[in-house]
């Protein structure tokens, strides 16, 4: 019977029973493609073998017959299911492969299966497995920490080998030879070549061609496998190619990074390490010998090269791969290597690949496809002659290749480490059909490979050396086995014997057999069909009975014999044998297969799948950290003994429910000690622990079925019955203690233990690490329950070693629940010498309340011990109050020996590691003050709000505190993490996602629908209702100027032509009137859209499966009074040819201007707006153009592009270069330039085919090149631009109409290449640019043509006849431009200088005044610093000639000189005035500078004034309005953004003027000031930086289109580059709770300048920043929010990115406040309004008050269900209390100490009625006082302003209560038994728990350490300070103490 029992005992039960069917088999059968593919006929494969009867055939792959000749394979693997998000998620992720279908399926046991990704490929699947890519980040270092993996699914076909990324890139390899197996690596892929079999013997001279490849990326090349092995007698270390055919792949991991192989020739199995291949070995390998080396080995080597390089995609290797190859003969010496001169010609691959990396994958793959890099047609031989011969010891080290030919460089190595002995191992077909790695209980790791033909499991264990740099390997064990899978949850591996049994190892122990419910055992036979039930807890005891059952060395105990016994099947229940009768006899487990976590599938011999589920180590955390901490301190061996041991006794077939784990556990762990469980009282009681009832036990303690009293005495004697009497519901029913008779108490004499058990020696350590890990759980509020179950035991072991002073803690923590353990074991001399004392067990027990406790009085403390990776907790907790209380900086940077010490283990190393490597970290170096770094580190290590929420209040009380200090101003720069733990949501928002978009808007995005349903069905047109609504009401809350704006600038609704007919006019005439007004008011209309687009930048982010909106451009009117229709194409009137035509473009542009750069869209929905079947339109050219400017534009495929271009429409190429130049800004992009150049003559070679290129598309191919290359100062294109701004007409016919566009274009071009470079351009000095410059602006001698281009121009112009000299009235603009820019900012006077206007009469004869206007405008740019916000720096522009003869611009009157033009005068005083005005307006653009703005509005009311006044005339109205029109656009500049009311008056003025000389190029000028003064609906303003000025420069060109095809002087496509200039600066508030923007006082201060000192502003957010790199921080202030600060001296990066998300700053109010909008003054804040501190109404708070103030739920409760007038007496001081608490908490912001509020008060009230039973609180409540009295916290609150965390006078109320009643017992009877206590005799049991509180709350030393201060006969009370002072023991103590002591009160008086 006895051998029974032991089987039963090592038997496991398995977890429920599955059947498996892979879920890509059915999903495949349901597949649409699934006809062609033959696979609806796939079924389970129990259907298909029944009938074939072979089982022998399953495998992981199976042939399923379908039709007589075809055959469908399926194959799956699955791996454990990984997530990105961090959280452990447990599931199976499939991959099924059949046919030619891949399926990658995701599920678990809680969750159905579901198809993750489906794949469908051409041909069939050979092979589809997981890899993950590594991508360099960095190309110059790329170091491994930089490289960022590509998680993928590679499907291998007989071509190409298919590659999936997860976030849907896909590639396509092409193979250049047939692959036999590919591995999945750490680093990429490795193939191995196919063996052609029907290989016949080569001469030797020829060198085999490598075996093994590898792909580090889908884009690299496949590079041979290099290996380093040291062989042979000399142990010489070889490099060489993997070249021997022999050698074949059977595993691969990638951690450790290691290949297996198998050698059929010698029959042996070898590891190799896989690495980065070093630089010395790829010398080595492709190095020239100077003696060796024949021809063959040349012509191989190369054409190894040439022939992976030249499979391109379509190719097919055939049945020999490398059928091209030739061993040519030695004459053949010379020959040229074969593709020597294709390569000249051909781009290296290699290139392309890295190029094509950086690109799109699409774009990558094939780039390079089709490219055949070697022509080897000429060399195909016979197939005979291109065999390989194979010889395994063949070396390729000393092959020589050809210079000519680069080879494919390797780039990974095998390093060879371990191969197997010669002897016993090297049999035919040995080769290893599974290989796994595994790990056994202690972390050894073990490889283990299955012989399958010699039914062998070889298990090698290794290890990594002591620096991690290579793996040992160990001897070779071997398991008898017929198959095995690793369970990696459980550290252990199931193994399947021979005979069929399941048997589970660690490592290489035997654990034990693995049950299965529903399986029979093999042994199972029909003669036991009824095996007996067992009872759950039969097995439990079991290990305990007879002594000798645990020898100390490894027995059958642990080794059961494998021969089967029938006995095994005694654990089978009845309801399993009806299970088992459905089973045929037959049917065992054939295989193993799909091990994940702990699940493993079992294959049937009837082809069914089962997946069954090992059981866990443990369930319980208690048993989990126990175990551990035994594992940690115990010898490896022994360790993995008790972990069987426990194993098998917890997962026994029936074993114990979830509760009496912790039961089991000490029973198991105290047979292995010695202790005999079952004499032992408390552990023969502990099986009632768990179970609700119980009479289980008293079944089970006797036979009989008669009750007794001993029964009833047992049952109050148990534990179960304690705890239910110290349960609260006793209490509150007022039930009374029984008393439980002791006489009858059996007495057990000679209980003893056992000295020759497994753990009898190692007790000691055992228990020190126990007390440890109760100390740990001490600091766990969810552990407490698992501390009072763990302290019985602690208790127990320390009376059995005689430990007082730690069996006096225990009872001081624990005062009733130890008492009743009574019983010692005795452990006599003899067995205590047997006994190992560590060194590290302590006589004094370590507390680590104890330890806190004399933190934070200030006393010395010895380190305190910890468990590393075991006692995390305490370790955390300790270095934070030596951190926050102690002021230690350097507590939390290293493992600081100064307050822990480690608990050294013999054999630990790892795990130490761990805890190294976890706190390693810096918390933030920068971080003056303690709480910051204490929070950050906190942060750093992953400590959480919850986490908090569990640590005891009075530990957490200093975190707390250090929280409260940081919550007021942390620092901008903070992780989401740390923001959380501090409680500031806002800033955590903020961190976590910085916007809300992906909508249309972010917050709120609602339509103000104001004016009922007609005026919304109107807005749904007009371009303009996508703008934020709520944000712009915000802003602009007083008066509706932005549905006036939208009103202005509306294109979609007819304008009203109201004309008069007098009476003597004809009808006709009448009409013809109508339609002239209409074609006037038409050139308004046109003019909107520049306007509306500046309106609605980036406000729209659009639905990807939608086209984009362009609202209709409606040029109809309507005629009051009878509202008829006029239309300008009745032929009535002559209307201009294409007059709309650019108008559709500029309307197109404003619509995908909206467009905001964050929307998700790409090349598809670019085309997709195009409408279809149509030729290509303005409006769609003009998207195309806005596209490019907000960025989207580079998505656009190559493809996509040449079609447009090829359309040869003129728009959508200007729209679409331009689009791209913007797009591609800055960046020299050689495809960008390439696409330009065809556009551009002068970029061409002389030579080429002259292409006929529209005019504008050349004036737009030029601008482009100036984007393209802006800033960079390239040499070639500034010489080509140079000089075509001078391009004379010609030749012949061209060049001839609106040359003036060119020249400018060519000008501003030039001026962005050479951007700000002024002086300093490198390697130009020769081209004299600013010299040429100031010649086109001033006229002279045209210079010789430099250069290729001289011939284009011999032929001279037929139209025009320029002469020799410079056309200045051509070039004049671009030049000045050109300098300007090209001087930007430098403030160089000589340059300057030129362009000062003239001074004199004469001179000024010479210049249009016109260019006085740009002259002085490009003097301001460059002459920066010197722009002054006033009317003295304008006038200083003006010659004094000038200045003299203007007085007025108004008036005619005055003396003038007779010889003076007056007309001269006064066109140069208002184009000087004018430049000056943009000048300013640039230098001061989007600043809202009030001084400028002054200034300015000023000049446009004077020009408004002249253009009314009689003189206009003399200045010429046309100049006139130009003039008007520039300085309303530096109003505009100034104010941009700000939607100003005088400047939004002004252009409302501007747009009623319709008449005279109105023209469509004035109208446009004003509605673009519009447009600025409202840029992206308030949120955008403008930047000055170089770049941005030059922008502007282009879009705001002070010379306007006369009607709207004008493009003489300026392109009209050119207006919209202001988006280059502008950038979001709207910080808008919003409010985290209710998440809706809001108001916030922002304090902004300024950097210190040149202009001004620093200084701060106080703004109302939401409002536009100042450009931020003129500011230093930004604070959120005022008493209402919150308090952020953005410091920006530390970087602009941060604010950065909330601008260009919306500006979305999240903001949180402050308790008991009010918005801004509801609250302006802050008058109705609840703290002025409801209570003062002094006022006694407080006490008595309404719960309704209580939500005005917060919105937390668990607050609002509090309120309702706590605080609550009642009718019943005697309640309401405790109302009255818990009312001014919450009002505290919530007044206060410090909502998370209500709970510690209450755990103090209900303390006290429980010490007061005498019912506290342990004194867990009392320590609490001592570690509250000690903080507040610390000497840290009285010097913090000395520089402090802020609130204590705890009320004082609440803490003082407690303290007094808490002395009173210990005061109260001390003298009614507690000095008795203190006495008695402190004399150390016994104390009645009934009053032990008062006197532990007192104990513990007075710190009175234990019985041992007063004895050792001496005190026997000490007389007086000072004599007793004196001996006391060493224990440092509080004075209030040595008061009550003393007269006990002494035993007379009155001797305190002597």
Not at 384 to 394: A, D, E, F, L, W
Not at 1529 to 1549: D, I, P, Y
Request: proline share 6%.
């Amino acid at each position: 019977m006895s051998n029974v029992c032991e089987e039963r005992v090592t038997m496991i039960a398995a977890g429920e029973m599955q059947e498996f069917v892979p879920f890509g088999r059915d999903h495949c059968r349901r597949h649409p493609n699934a006809t062609n593919l033959q696979l609806r006929q796939l079924q389970p494969a129990s259907e298909l073998w029944s009938s074939d009867g072979d089982a022998g055939l399953v495998g992981s792959l199976r042939e399923v017959t379908i039709h007589e000749k075809q055959k469908v394979q399926e194959s799956w693997h699955l791996r454990k299911g990984t997530c990105d998000i961090g959280e452990e998620l447990d599931y199976d992720e499939e991959l099924y492969v059949a046919g030619n279908m891949v399926i990658w399926s995701r599920g678990s046991k809680s969750h159905a299966s579901s198809v993750y990704k489906a794949f469908t490929v051409d041909s069939p699947v050979l092979q589809a497995l997981w890899c993950d890519f590594s991508i360099p980040q960095d190309k110059t270092n790329c170091a491994e920490a930089q490289e960022k993996t590509e998680k993928c699914v590679c499907i291998v076909q007989k071509p190409c080998v298919n590659v999936h990324t997860v976030d849907g890139k896909d590639y396509v390899a092409p193979l250049p030879f047939q692959v036999a197996d590919v591995w999945a690596t750490k680093y990429g892929l490795i193939f191995e070549r196919s063996n052609p079999v029907q290989e016949a013997p080569l001469s030797p001279l020829r060198e085999p061609l490598p075996t093994m490849f590898s792909m580090l990326h889908p884009l690299d090349e496949i590079a041979p496998l290099v290996c380093k092995s040291t062989g042979g007698v000399t142990n010489i270390t070889r490099v060489q190619y993997v070249a021997d055919y022999t050698l074949k792949i059977i595993f691969s991991s990638s951690t450790p990074s290691i290949i297996m192989t198998y050698d059929t020739a010698q029959c042996l199995h070898a590891v190799w390490a896989l690495r980065k291949i070093k630089t010395e070995e790829q010398n080595t390998v492709l190095r020239c010998p100077s003696t060796a080396g024949t021809p063959q080995q040349i012509v191989t080597s190369s054409s190894l090269t040439a022939h992976l390089r030249s499979v391109s995609k379509g190719e097919s290797p055939i049945a020999s791969p490398f059928q091209n190859f030739s061993s040519f003969p030695s004459q053949n010496r010379s020959t040229v290597s074969p593709g020597a001169h294709s390569r000249s010609h051909s781009p290296s691959i290699s290139n392309m690949a890295a190029l094509s990396r950086s690109h799109s994958p699409s774009l990558g793959a094939s780039s390079f496809s089709g490219v055949q890099r070697f022509n080897l047609s000429t060399y195909t031989p016979s197939p005979k002659q291109s065999r390989n011969s194979h010889s395994p010891n063949s070396t390729l080290s000393d092959s020589l290749l050809v210079p000519e030919t680069e080879p494919v460089i390797p780039e990974l190595c095998l390093e060879h480490l371990w191969t197997e002995s010669m002897h016993n191992m090297r049999e035919k077909n040995s080769q290893a059909s599974k290989v796994f790695i595994t790990i056994d209980l202690c972390g050894q790791k073990f490889l283990c490979y299955l012989v399958e033909s010699r039914h062998q499991l070889r298990c090698v264990k290794f290890e990594e050396s002591n620096d991690l740099t290579q793996l040992i390997f160990g001897t070779v064990t071997v398991i008898q086995a017929k198959d095995a899978a690793p369970v990696e949850n459980v550290n252990t591996m199931v193994v399947l014997e021979s005979n069929g049994n399941l048997v589970l190892y660690t490592g290489i122990i035997r654990v034990g057999k693995v049950f299965i419910a529903g399986l029979p055992t093999p042994s199972l036979s029909a003669s036991n069909t009824l095996p007996r039930p067992s009872t759950p807890l039969g097995s439990v005891s079991t290990p305990a009975r007879p002594s000798s059952r645990h020898p100390g060395a490894l027995d059958e105990a642990v080794w059961p014999s494998p021969v089967p016994e029938l006995n095994d099947s005694t654990k089978i229940q009845d309801s399993y044998m009806d299970d088992c009768t459905f089973h045929q006899i037959g049917t065992y487990i054939h295989s193993l297969r799909d091990p994940v976590q702990n699940r493993v599938t079992l294959e049937m011999s009837n082809g069914n799948l089962v997946r069954i589920t090992v059981p866990e180590i443990t369930n319980s955390q208690l048993v989990k950290k126990c175990l551990q901490a035994i594992k940690y301190i115990l010898p490896k061996e022994i360790a993995v003994q008790v972990l069987i041991k426990w194993y098998n006794a917890y997962n026994a077939p029936g074993g114990p429910n979830y509760h009496s784990e912790w039961n089991m556990f000490v029973i198991c762990l105290m047979n292995l000690m010695g202790y005999n469980t079952d004499r032992l009282k408390w552990t023969r009681n502990l099986d009632l622990e768990g179970s609700l009832s119980p009479v289980i036990v008293a079944k089970k303690a006797r036979p009989s079925e008669v009750g007794s009293d001993e029964d009833w005495e047992y049952l109050l004697s148990c534990d179960y019955h304690h705890n239910f009497e110290s349960h609260l519901l006793a209490g509150v029913l007022q039930l009374d203690p029984l008393e439980v008779l002791h006489p009858k108490e059996e007495t057990f004499p000679n209980l003893g233990l056992d000295s020759t058990t497994l753990l009898f020696s190692h007790i000691p350590a055992i228990f020190f690490v126990l007390h440890l890990i109760y100390e740990e759980l001490k600091l766990d509020n969810l552990m407490r329950e698992g501390a009072r179950s763990l302290v019985i035991l602690l208790y127990q072991l320390a009376r059995d070693l005689k430990l007082d002073m730690y069996m006096d803690s225990y009872w001081r923590d624990y005062p009733l629940l130890v008492k009743a353990l009574k019983q010692t074991c005795k452990i006599d001399q003899a067995q205590t010498r047997l006994m190992n004392q560590p060194p590290f067990l302590i006589a004094e027990p370590p507390s680590i309340y104890r330890w806190l406790s004399s933190c934070l009085n200030g006393d010395v403390m010895p380190p305190f011990p910890y468990l590393p990776g075991i006692c995390e907790r305490t370790k955390l907790i300790v270095q934070s109050f030596a951190l926050y209380i102690l002021g230690d900086e350097k507590a939390l940077l290293q493992e600081s020996s100064k307050y822990l010490s480690r608990i050294a283990a013999g054999q630990r190393k790892q795990q130490a590691e761990e805890g190294n490597k976890r706190l390693s970290l810096n918390p933030c170096t920068l971080s003056s003050n303690l709480a910051t770094k204490l929070v950050v580190s906190l942060t750093n290590l992953g400590f959480t709000l919850k986490d908090l929420e569990t640590v005891p209040f009075g530990v957490a009380l200093p975190i707390r505190d250090a929280i409260y200090h940081c919550r007021e101003q942390p620092s901008s720069d903070w992780s989401e993490a740390a923001c959380s733990l501090i409680g500031r949501q806002d800033l955590s928002k903020q961190a976590h996602e910085g916007s809300l978009h992906k909508t249309k808007s972010a917050i709120g995005h609602v339509l103000l629908s104001d004016g009922g349903c007609g005026t919304e069905a109107e807005e749904e047109e007009d371009g303009m209702n996508d703008m934020n609504q709520d944000l712009m009401s915000l802003i602009w809350n007083e008066d509706l100027r932005v549905q006036e704006v939208r009103r202005l600038l509306q294109s979609t609704h007819p304008v009203r032509v109201n004309v008069v007919q007098m009476p003597e006019m004809s009808d006709h005439e009448y009409i013809e009137e109508k339609e002239n007004r209409l074609l006037q008011l038409c050139q308004r209309t046109m003019a909107l859209p520049p306007g509306r687009g500046m309106f609605t930048l980036f406000s729209y982010h659009p639905v990807p499966t939608e086209p984009l909106p362009i609202p209709k451009l409606n040029l109809t009117g309507r005629a009051p009074p009878r509202n008829t229709t006029v239309d300008l194409n009745s032929g009535n009137i002559d209307v201009p040819p294409n007059m709309a035509s650019w108008a559709s473009f500029h309307n197109g542009v404003a619509a995908g201007l909206k467009v905001a750069p964050a929307s998700q869209i790409d090349s598809a929905w670019i085309v997709y707006n195009r409408q279809k079947n149509t030729e290509l339109t303005n409006e769609y050219a003009g998207l195309l153009m806005a596209l490019g400017l907000n960025g989207h534009l580079s998505k656009l495929t190559t493809m996509s592009i040449h079609d447009y271009l090829s359309k040869g429409h003129e728009m959508t190429s200007i729209g679409l270069l331009l689009g791209i130049s913007a797009a591609k800004l800055g960046t020299m992009d050689i495809s960008v330039t390439r696409l330009l150049s065809i556009h551009i003559p002068a970029l061409l070679p002389p030579t080429s085919t002259e292409l006929d290129v529209p005019h504008n598309l050349q004036v737009a191919a030029v601008m482009g090149i100036g984007l393209v290359y802006q800033g960079t100062a390239h040499r070639h294109i500034a010489e080509v631009l140079l000089t075509e701004i001078g391009r004379p007409p010609g030749p012949e016919m061209e060049n001839c109409t609106d040359r003036e566009s060119y020249s400018l274009a060519s000008g501003l071009a030039l001026g962005m290449v050479c951007l700000g470079h002024g002086s300093n351009l490198i390697g130009m000095s020769d081209l004299n640019v600013p010299d040429q410059l100031y010649q086109y602006m001033v006229g002279g001698h045209r210079r010789t043509q430099p250069g290729i281009h001289r011939e284009k121009h011999k032929s001279p112009s037929y139209q025009i006849k320029e002469g020799d000299t410079v056309n200045v009235d051509v070039t004049c603009p671009g030049a000045t431009l050109a300098l300007a820019l090209l001087y930007l900012k430098t403030n160089n006077r000589s340059i300057a200088d030129w362009l000062r206007a003239p001074d004199t009469q004469y001179l000024l004869d010479f210049v249009k005044p016109e260019f006085l206007l740009m002259r002085t405008l490009a003097r301001g740019l460059i002459m920066w610093d010197e722009i002054k916000p006033n009317s003295t720096w304008i006038n200083s522009n003006i010659p004094p000639i000038v200045r003299q003869n203007n007085t007025s611009l108004n008036t005619m009157d005055g003396q003038v000189a007779e010889d003076v033009d007056l007309q001269t005068m006064r066109q140069a005083h208002i184009n000087i005035i004018a430049g000056a005005c943009m000048a300013m307006g640039l230098r001061f653009a989007g600043s809202s500078n009030a001084a400028a703005f002054n200034c300015l509005y000023k000049y446009v009311k004077m020009f408004l004034e002249s253009v009314s006044s009689p003189a206009a005339a003399l200045a010429g109205h046309h100049n006139l309005e130009t003039c008007l029109s520039v300085v309303l656009l530096s109003l505009a500049l100034v104010m941009a953004g700000t939607g100003n009311l005088k400047v939004l008056q002004f252009c409302r003025f501007m747009h009623k003027r319709t008449g005279g000389e109105m023209n469509y190029g004035f109208h446009m000028a004003s509605h673009m000031a519009l447009g600025l003064l409202f840029l992206g609906g308030g949120r955008y303003s403008l930047c000055t930086s170089n770049s941005a000025i030059a922008a502007l420069l282009c879009a705001l060109y002070p010379r306007f289109p006369a009607h709207s095809t004008d493009n003489r002087y300026h392109l009209q496509a050119l207006r919209h580059l202001y988006v280059l200039a502008a950038e979001p600066r709207l910080l808008v508030p919003v409010d985290v709770d209710t998440n809706t923007p809001c108001y916030a006082l922002i304090k902004v201060t300024y950097k210190a300048s040149q202009w001004c000192e620093e200084m701060t502003v106080n703004l109302m957010a939401p409002s536009l920043l100042p450009e931020l790199h003129l500011l230093k921080e930004i604070k959120i202030k005022g008493p209402k929010y919150w308090e952020i600060m953005m410091d920006l001296s530390k970087g602009l990066t941060s604010l950065q990115s909330i601008l260009s998300k919306d500006g979305f700053l999240y903001v949180k109010l402050r308790a008991g406040h009010l918005s801004y909008t509801e609250d302006p003054k802050g008058f109705r804040s609840l703290l002025a309004q409801t209570f003062t501190h002094r006022n006694p109404e407080f006490l008595s708070i309404k719960p309704e008050a209580v939500s005005a103030f917060t919105s937390d739920p668990a607050l609002l409760s509090f309120a309702e269900y706590f605080c609550k007038q009642t009718k019943k007496e005697g309640k309401q001081d405790m109302l009255d209390l818990l009312s001014s608490i919450l009002y505290e908490c919530v007044t206060q912001e410090k909502p998370e100490m209500l709970p510690t509020y209450m755990a103090i008060d209900q303390a006290v009230r429980r010490l007061e009625r005498k019912e506290m039973t342990e004194t867990f609180e009392l320590w609490q409540i001592k570690l509250v006082q000690q903080f507040y009295n610390s000497a840290c916290l009285q010097d913090k609150f000395k520089n402090s302003t802020s609130a204590l965390l705890i009320n004082s006078e609440f803490l003082l109320a407690m303290k007094s209560m808490l002395d009173k009643t210990l005061d109260q017992w001390l003298h009614e009877s507690g000095d008795v038994l203190l006495h008695s206590y402190l004399s150390g005799q016994p104390v009645e049991e009934s009053k032990l728990s008062m006197l532990a509180c007192f104990l513990v709350y007075h710190s009175v030393p234990t019985l041992q350490q007063i004895a050792a201060t001496g005190i026997e006969g000490t007389a007086s009370f000072s004599e007793l300070l004196l001996k006391f002072s060493q224990l440092h023991l509080p004075v209030q103590t040595l008061l009550r103490l003393a007269p006990v002591i002494l035993g007379r009160p009155q001797a305190m008086l002597v």
